[in-house]
């Protein structure tokens, strides 16, 4: 059987077949529709089946979807376990290389998403990356106000409410009295009080820096409609094709409703994919790496992976520990006590995600009597155990 490898560039495709004993000649492709289609009837017409391409950028995209809708049976590689050896490599060889290595079967597929899952992780990272750009939008404002000597930030904890909206809007109306501005603040009353607030509320607000944050708080505003809009989106697609899996993911504590359309979307809600619990927290980049040598670890810092996935399920991890006289709360605290908060928290995700995993697959929703509950009074039975030993111990030495 013939395989063709596809070293895949921006502007060109190196296209190179093996039919087990020689390759044909490797020919080159420009990237536009026309020609991809010219290479797919080239491979039809030599009986090729099977390609294999690597993952660049997104540059596989159009190429991948144009064989699929030919009938290829494609393989998408990453080009890190695929590397030539040093000082041989070329386009050419590269391609030769991806045909030969799929031909005796020694490539592992990427996993590539239903059509639907792209959709929803087509909005669902637009999302994520629009909470970014709105927090940015907010720091300018923050700053922006700070320059004119307006302290808000010192005043309220979150600087997305209601409240600082409102005196937003009221400055760039050009409204700079204290007292009506703090009229527009709900709540806060210790500061109302202690006349901290109007303090904050009182500066010199520029004409340039008005206009400046007048166009900051439209930018921050077409965020915000852009961000409801990619949710509308997103609950639709999952009330339509995934509402058993939503109903599975929000059984786990800590998961809210935004957050398991993301892990539905980044893991595609079909664990069959993942050989087991280890296999998907490996490819978030939630697993110690390992790197052993002579018998000892130089690093076990976690691998890289899916960082959509990884950032959910940090959130998702905070959640979890703050529930009160829940599993995911005792094992944070025992675990912050030996090592950094930090670590902790990258060990709840990876517990978290190894839940996700048995969840999904299994198709039960999370049953909290299954995990092992901390017991406050087994640690100290064991504690005062090893205190009676150690008396013991220190009475023989004497």
């Known amino acids: 059987m013939k395989t063709c490898g596809l070293d895949v560039h921006k502007d060109s495709i190196f296209c190179a077949i093996y039919n087990g004993k020689a390759y044909c000649e490797v020919k080159e492709y420009a990237t536009t529709t026309p020609k991809i289609r010219l ?8 009986g090729v ?8 950028s997104t540059y596989w995209v159009p190429i991948w979807d144009i064989l699929l809708e030919m009938g290829f049976e494609l393989m998408l590689v990453n080009p890190f376990q695929i590397k030539q050896m040093p000082g041989r490599k070329s386009d050419v060889k590269d391609a030769q290389w991806i045909a030969c290595l799929l031909h005796k079967g020694m490539l592992r597929g990427s996993m590539i998403p239903s059509p639907v899952i792209q959709e929803l992780r087509t909005y669902s990272r637009k999302y994520t990356k629009l909470q970014e750009q709105k927090t940015r939008s907010l720091q300018k ?12 930030s010192s005043c309220m904890s979150n600087l997305s409410t209601k409240s600082v909206m409102l005196v937003i809007q009221a400055l ?3 409204e700079t009295h204290p007292e009506v501005l703090e009229r527009l603040v709900y709540g806060n009353t210790e500061n109302k009080r202690s006349g901290k607030l109007r303090e904050a509320l009182t500066g010199n607000l520029k004409e340039h820096y008005r206009k400046q944050l007048e ?15 990619c949710l509308s989106e997103m609950r639709r697609i999952c009330d339509e094709h995934f509402q058993k899996e939503m109903a599975l993911v929000k059984s786990i504590p800590g998961v809210s409703d935004t957050s398991a359309m993301i892990i539905i979307a980044e893991t595609g809600g079909d664990m069959s994919v993942f050989e087991n619990s280890g296999k ?70 990876r517990k978290l995600l190894t839940v996700t995993w048995n969840v999904l697959y299994y198709k039960t929703p999370y049953n909290p ?21 150690m008396e013991r111990m220190q009475k023989l030495l004497s």
């Open 280 to 349: 998907i927290t490996g490819w978030a980049g939630l697993r110690p790496r390992n790197d052993e040598s002579a018998g000892k670890y130089k690093s076990t810092a976690t691998t890289k992976g899916n960082k959509y996935l990884r950032s959910v399920l940090v959130q998702v991890s905070w959640a979890a520990a703050r529930i009160k006289s829940g599993w995911f709360k005792e094992k944070f605290n025992r675990l912050a006590m030996r090592k950094s908060r930090k670590k902790a928290l990258i060990a709840i995700a």
């Open 369 to 389: 009597l299954r995990v092992h509950v901390y017991d406050p009074i087994k640690v100290e039975a064991g504690i005062n155990y090893h205190q009676r030993e």
């Open 49 to 56: 089946e099977r390609v294999a391409m690597e993952s660049t």
């Open 172 to 174: 760039i109306m050009k």
């Open 215 to 229: 166009w900051e708080k439209a930018e921050y505003d077409l965020y915000a409609l852009q961000t409801e809009d």
């Open 141 to 152: 404002m923050d700053r922006i106000m700070v320059m004119c000597g307006f302290r808000i």
């Open 39 to 46: 290479m797919g009837e080239y491979l039809r017409s030599e």
